[in-house]
């Protein structure tokens, strides 16, 4: 079964610095790989997807992530941080190539920003 | 267009007490899944409806069930509440079911559940 780590379960960066919220998978075939945001006291936004095609995807709030199979990575950056970025970060996973298997989420970093 | 709803938003519930939530899901959409958020355990999957039928289930006891109509709306239920219950029950709901093709999901606000 596939599955996802994110190091760091808090990370604080100034105001304007770059963020890099990192997030290894564990799967024998490159699955599909999400990136969620979930603000204080709501649900989970979707950031990005990654698929198939370009390795690097662009998400809405100026987020990327790039998916390195060498790694096994698909590490979320933005490249300067915003007041309004503070929010829990999720990077999820499910099988490529579909199947019955659910969303697996990763255990979370919470971003804080500091003034 | 509307996303995700989620009924109630807040509730206080008595331990051994049963409770129902309801969601309705993006129009359109026939799957919907519930997963249950707390500070620590994370983000559990419950279960997940395609067409009033369940075909996903996660590793939960049989207290927590749940139900698709055909209007796609769903409910979920927990009997015999216990303090560990307290927690975020989020539903989300996408077009297909399981992983097909990247299926994206989308969430709802969610429902606080407090067990006193």
């Known amino acids: 079964a596939q599955s996802v780590t994110q190091l760091g379960s808090h990370v604080s960066v100034s105001e304007g610095a770059l963020v890099l919220l990192r997030c290894n998978y564990s799967?024998?075939?490159?699955?599909?790989l999400f990136w969620y945001v979930q603000y204080p006291n709501q649900g989970l936004q979707l950031l990005l997807k990654?698929?198939?095609?370009?390795?690097l995807v662009k998400g809405i709030n100026g987020f990327e992530a790039e998916f390195k199979k060498s790694e096994t990575s698909f590490h979320l950056t933005k490249p300067s941080a915003h007041m309004s970025d503070a929010a829990e970060y999720f990077c999820?996973?499910?099988?490529f190539g579909g199947g019955n298997e659910k969303l697996t989420f990763g255990t979370g970093t919470r971003l804080t920003i500091i003034p | 267009k509307a996303g995700v709803t989620q009924t109630p938003r807040y509730l206080i519930k008595t331990r051994g007490q049963q409770v129902t939530l309801s969601c309705s899901p993006i129009?359109?959409?026939?799957?919907v899944s519930w997963y249950q958020q707390t500070p620590g355990q994370g983000l559990q999957f419950l279960f997940e409806?395609?067409?009033?039928?369940?075909?996903n289930k996660g590793n939960f006891p049989g207290r927590f069930s749940g139900r698709q109509f055909s209007n796609s709306r769903s409910e979920m239920n927990v009997s015999t509440l216990e303090l560990g219950d307290s927690a975020l029950y989020l539903c989300?709901?996408?077009?297909?079911?399981?992983?097909?093709?990247?299926?994206?999901?989308?969430f709802g606000e969610g429902s606080w559940l407090t067990v006193v």
């Open positions: 989300a709901s996408s077009l297909a079911w399981g992983a097909r093709s990247g299926n994206t999901i989308y």
């Open positions: 799967s024998s075939v490159p699955p599909y």
């Open positions: 990654y698929t198939t095609g370009a390795t």
């Open positions: 999820a996973v499910t099988p």
């Open positions: 129009s359109g959409h026939r799957s």
């Open positions: 409806y395609f067409s009033e039928t369940q075909r």
